[in-house]
């Protein structure tokens, strides 16, 4: 007899992942200008899709199948980069699948479900018996392989991962209304008032945009959905909701596939799609036990890195001193007597004499000036922070300079800063 964790890796290796990754991110502002926003820098050193790729690579998914659309140079570098190390040989891929018109000489992709359709004839021809399709920009970690099993103990075709939030947030969700089967019965959008979990009162289920599917129940349900005039062609907004009117379709609780190293670690899933949430999942990681253990050799993130020099800190006079406290700090830093709380720096990042920062998220190659001042921004890869700067500190003229969000996060791109 076969253990549970055989059994779990013989599903795994039996499937394909299907990482979508052609969104355009437009509430990321200016961090979306020139990239995908999968390919955007998160974690210190990492881009946000290498964390659906390593959850696939440490699920034993070591199929996987990457579909990209807009602003994908530099995502796709980042793949062929970082992500060629899969052995074909050995029945192992990462295949990139940019939309390339299949059906036409005028279709691109035109939803998420239509992006796997465009490619079935590739997709075919690797035989899987499951597929998991994922969103290529969330942040969380999860062992795929306990979700196909729970699909198939479910005796289901078709199951949808889904967090808890409290019920007071589920209107900022698709919500999942479910019986005590964990059959969903009911597909919400936003809803004004969110069901409750059986047995959970107070607690709703939020589609986290992540599905697995028998292959040829998927072969089916997208042909269905590509002959219907009146469908999007989208996995969330006709795919499931179909799937769902018609009682296929059951719930996977996130915290049973959750990838956490204390007992005591809530379940951590997060979609940074503003640049609100992007700053608070990045600073997430610098507290001193974050929910999300980027440490864990036993789940590692995957990525492309550059070979750079250990950070260093210099200068110990007592004005101008070089001090991180309560941050992270990558390869690559240079923290010259400037004084550095509560902020992540990216690689090749360099703070001069008399700089501060609180709450910073700085991305790779960023250069602060003497004397500036950076207090809860985000600011772009390669931008010169000019000797002197202060934003964080007066919301009306940050607004007139750059970009300010509704939770008082400041964005620095180049542009704007070359419009000073």
């Known amino acids: 007899?076969?253990?549970?964790?055989?059994?779990?890796?013989?599903?795994?290796?039996?499937?394909?992942?299907?990482?979508?990754?052609?969104?355009?991110?437009?509430?990321?502002?200016?961090?979306?200008?020139?990239r995908a926003k999968p390919a955007v820098f998160c974690g210190g050193k990492f881009r946000i899709i290498d964390f659906v790729l390593s959850n696939c690579l440490n699920s034993n998914i070591r199929r996987i199948a990457v579909m990209t659309q807009y602003k994908a140079h530099s995502l796709l570098r980042h793949l062929q980069m970082g992500w060629s190390f899969l052995r074909p040989e050995m029945n192992e891929f990462l295949d990139l699948l940019p939309?390339?018109?299949?059906?036409?000489?005028?279709?691109?992709?035109?939803?998420?479900?239509?992006?796997?359709?465009?490619?079935?004839?590739?997709?075919?021809?690797?035989?899987?018996?499951?597929?998991?399709?994922?969103a290529g920009d969330h942040i969380y970690k999860m062992d795929y392989s306990n979700m196909l099993n729970d699909m198939r103990a479910k005796g289901a075709d078709c199951i949808v991962g889904c967090v808890e939030v409290p019920i007071a947030e589920a209107s900022d969700f698709g919500v999942m209304a479910v019986d005590e089967s964990m059959r969903i019965v009911d597909f919400l959008e936003k809803p004004p008032v969110p069901p409750a979990i059986p047995g959970r009162p107070g607690h709703a289920l939020a589609s986290?945009?992540?599905?697995?599917?028998?292959?040829?129940?998927?072969?089916?349900?997208?042909?269905?959905?590509?002959?219907?005039?009146?469908?999007?062609?989208?996995?969330?907004?006709?795919?499931?909701?179909?799937?769902?009117?018609?009682?296929?379709?059951v719930a996977h609780h996130f915290e049973d596939s959750c990838v956490t190293t204390t007992p005591e670690a809530q379940p951590y899933w997060r979609?940074?799609?503003?640049?609100?949430?992007?700053?608070?999942?990045?600073?997430?990681?610098?507290?001193?036990?974050?929910?999300?253990?980027?440490?864990?050799?036993?789940?590692?993130?995957?990525?492309?890195?550059?070979?750079?020099?250990?950070?260093?800190?210099?200068?110990?006079?007592?004005?101008?001193?070089?001090?991180?406290?309560?941050?992270?700090?990558?390869?690559?830093?240079?923290?010259?007597?400037?004084?550095?709380?509560r902020s992540l720096l990216f690689?090749?990042?360099?703070?001069?004499?008399?700089?501060?920062?609180?709450?910073?998220v700085l991305l790779p190659e960023v250069e602060v000036g003497r004397y500036a001042r950076l207090s809860k921004v985000v600011v772009d890869r390669g931008c010169r922070i000019p000797d002197g700067l202060v934003v964080g500190e007066d919301p009306e003229l940050d607004a007139q300079r750059f970009f300010r969000s509704d939770g008082g996060v400041v964005l620095i791109s180049g542009e704007m800063l070359a419009a000073l």
Request: aromatic share 10%; hydrophobic share 40%; charged share 20%.
């Open 208 to 249: 986290m945009g992540i599905y697995a599917f028998s292959a040829n129940f998927l072969y089916s349900e997208l042909q269905r959905d590509h002959d219907d005039p009146g469908s999007s062609h989208d996995f969330g907004k006709d795919v499931i909701p179909h799937l769902v009117r018609n009682g296929l379709a």
């Open 99 to 134: 939309a390339q018109q299949r059906l036409d000489e005028v279709t691109w992709y035109r939803g998420t479900a239509d992006a796997v359709f465009q490619n079935f004839d590739i997709l075919r021809a690797a035989r899987p018996e499951f597929f998991v399709v994922l």
């Open 1 to 34: 007899m076969l253990s549970s964790a055989s059994n779990h890796e013989r599903l795994a290796r039996r499937t394909i992942a299907l990482v979508l990754a052609g969104g355009r991110g437009s509430r990321l502002k200016q961090l979306t200008d020139r």
């Open 347 to 360: 690689s090749s990042v360099r703070l001069n004499s008399f700089a501060r920062t609180h709450e910073a």
């Open 271 to 341: 979609d940074v799609g503003t640049i609100d949430a992007y700053w608070a999942a990045n600073l997430d990681l610098v507290t001193p036990v974050p929910q999300l253990d980027i440490y864990d050799r036993n789940w590692p993130i995957w990525t492309y890195q550059q070979q750079l020099p250990p950070a260093k800190f210099v200068f110990d006079d007592e004005d101008r001193r070089g001090v991180a406290i309560d941050s992270m700090v990558s390869g690559g830093c240079i923290v010259s007597g400037a004084q550095v709380s």
